[in-house]
């Protein structure tokens, strides 16, 4: 492996506002949350410590965000805290209706409770809100965005070092730890390069990201992700969803068992290049997921920190300007030494 030049790292403070006090996954209480604000520190300590230039973002509005997300959700996550605060919740906003058979067609009744809302928007109870998360996600999309204005301006490979992260929110649902997809509004706007493949090496399936380019010609989505019939999000993933209408064929799934390890990945990810460099991009999302990893708290997988060198020497290899953007994680000791690893054959 040769080591590359450092490759810029956009990250920003904001992201620490959101830190909800616990969550409810698989009909549990967990405190602290898996996905907590060490995770962007120690990452964006490693790679500052390797020789990687931090930069901070630059905010981009709310156009590039409503290109690929619904206007309703958008504006819901903008006032959805202050509403359920008002109604009476408590601090951590955590839905426990939700809106899924509609009446008559189309999306279920609306309400004005600030306590219903969020039910009509989140698919999962494992997403909390608090005060701080509007604020956090809306910077997250800015880091999303400015690494992308890096590659679009010649920069070989950025890294954005998002949080909260973005792959299972959908154009009009957030959930999975998600509230804006960084990776979707990144690749819609680095459409304007050309064509975009968005590889996503996260544990679990971006059915958010999916979803969204689904009919989508000019992006491509590639997942590697644990088995649906196993692990969240359960239903998305499956190597039979190919996309439809224009995007037919755009979409490839590659689910793996548990227990995967480097050798066994490797190999899938071989298959998973084939398939990007068969769609011939002109730029390249890569949605890293570091739950992948031997010691993940809630990933099935057992790549080591090597296996993460060879991952990231594989995806370099393609050879397309490549925006890295942050996805999952909770092994949090290892999370540095893994980023770092990642992305050490990327370079200018």
Same mark, same amino acid.
């Given at each position: 492996?040769?080591?590359?030049?450092?490759? @810029?790292?956009?990250?920003?403070?904001?992201?620490?506002?959101?830190?909800?006090?616990?969550?409810?996954?698989? %009909?549990?209480?967990?405190? @602290?949350?898996?996905?907590?604000?060490?995770?962007?520190?120690?990452? =964006?300590?490693?790679?500052?410590?390797?020789?990687? @230039?931090?930069? #901070?973002?630059?905010?981009?509005?709310?156009?590039?965000?409503?290109? /690929?997300?619904?206007?309703?959700?958008?504006?819901?996550?903008?006032?959805?805290?202050?509403?359920?605060?008002?109604? %009476?919740?408590?601090?951590?906003?955590?839905?426990?209706?939700?809106?899924? #058979?509609?009446?008559?067609?189309?999306?279920? =009744?609306?309400?004005?409770?600030?306590?219903?809302?969020?039910?009509?928007?989140?698919?999962?109870?494992?997403?909390?809100?608090?005060?701080?998360?509007?604020?956090?996600?809306?910077?997250? #999309?800015?880091?999303?965005?400015?690494?992308?204005?890096?590659?679009?301006?010649?920069?070989?490979?950025?890294?954005?070092?998002?949080?909260?992260?973005?792959?299972?929110?959908?154009?009009?649902?957030?959930?999975?730890?998600?509230?804006?997809?960084?990776?979707?509004?990144?690749? =819609?706007?680095?459409?304007?390069?050309?064509?975009?493949?968005?590889?996503?090496?996260?544990?679990?399936?971006?059915?958010?990201?999916?979803?969204?380019?689904?009919?989508?010609?000019?992006?491509?989505?590639?997942?590697?992700?644990?088995?649906?019939?196993?692990?969240?999000?359960?239903?998305?993933?499956?190597?039979?969803?190919?996309?439809?209408?224009?995007?037919?064929?755009?979409?490839?799934?590659?689910?793996?068992?548990?227990?995967? %390890?480097?050798?066994?990945?490797?190999?899938?990810?071989?298959?998973?290049?084939?398939?990007?460099?068969?769609?011939?991009?002109?730029?390249? /999302?890569?949605?890293?997921?570091?739950?992948?990893?031997?010691?993940?708290?809630?990933?099935?997988?057992? /790549?080591?920190?090597?296996?993460?060198?060879?991952? %990231?020497? =594989?995806?370099?290899?393609?050879?397309?300007?490549?925006?890295?953007?942050?996805?999952?994680?909770?092994?949090?000791?290892?999370?540095?030494?893994?980023?770092?690893?990642?992305?050490?054959?990327?370079?200018?």
């Amino acid at each position: 492996m040769t080591a590359m030049p450092p490759i @810029p790292v956009v990250a920003a403070d904001a992201h620490r506002a959101h830190d909800p006090p616990y969550e409810l996954n698989n %009909g549990q209480v967990v405190s @602290p949350v898996w996905e907590r604000p060490a995770r962007g520190e120690v990452i =964006r300590t490693a790679l500052a410590e390797a020789g990687h @230039p931090l930069t #901070a973002p630059v905010a981009h509005g709310l156009d590039p965000v409503l290109a /690929v997300h619904d206007r309703g959700l958008v504006e819901f996550l903008a006032q959805a805290h202050p509403a359920w605060l008002a109604a %009476g919740g408590p601090p951590a906003m955590v839905p426990d209706t939700f809106a899924t #058979a509609p009446l008559a067609g189309g999306r279920a =009744r609306a309400t004005r409770s600030g306590l219903g809302r969020p039910g009509a928007w989140c698919f999962d109870t494992a997403t909390p809100m608090v005060a701080g998360t509007w604020g956090a996600a809306m910077a997250a #999309a800015d880091i999303a965005l400015t690494a992308a204005d890096l590659v679009a301006g010649g920069v070989r490979a950025a890294y954005a070092l998002c949080r909260p992260p973005g792959h299972h929110a959908g154009p009009g649902y957030y959930g999975g730890f998600c509230f804006l997809n960084n990776a979707a509004v990144a690749a =819609r706007a680095l459409g304007r390069l050309g064509k975009v493949a968005v590889l996503d090496v996260d544990f679990h399936h971006g059915n958010g990201t999916q979803e969204i380019f689904w009919t989508d010609a000019g992006v491509q989505y590639v997942s590697l992700h644990g088995d649906p019939d196993v692990h969240y999000p359960y239903f998305t993933g499956g190597a039979d969803e190919t996309g439809a209408d224009a995007g037919a064929g755009t979409t490839r799934n590659f689910p793996l068992p548990d227990g995967t %390890g480097d050798e066994e990945y490797l190999a899938a990810l071989e298959l998973a290049c084939e398939a990007v460099d068969g769609f011939g991009p002109d730029v390249l /999302v890569v949605s890293l997921g570091f739950d992948t990893f031997k010691a993940d708290p809630i990933g099935g997988f057992r /790549v080591t920190t090597q296996g993460y060198a060879a991952i %990231g020497e =594989r995806i370099a290899q393609l050879g397309r300007p490549a925006l890295v953007v942050q996805e999952g994680g909770y092994a949090i000791d290892a999370l540095g030494a893994n980023a770092v690893a990642a992305v050490a054959t990327f370079g200018h």
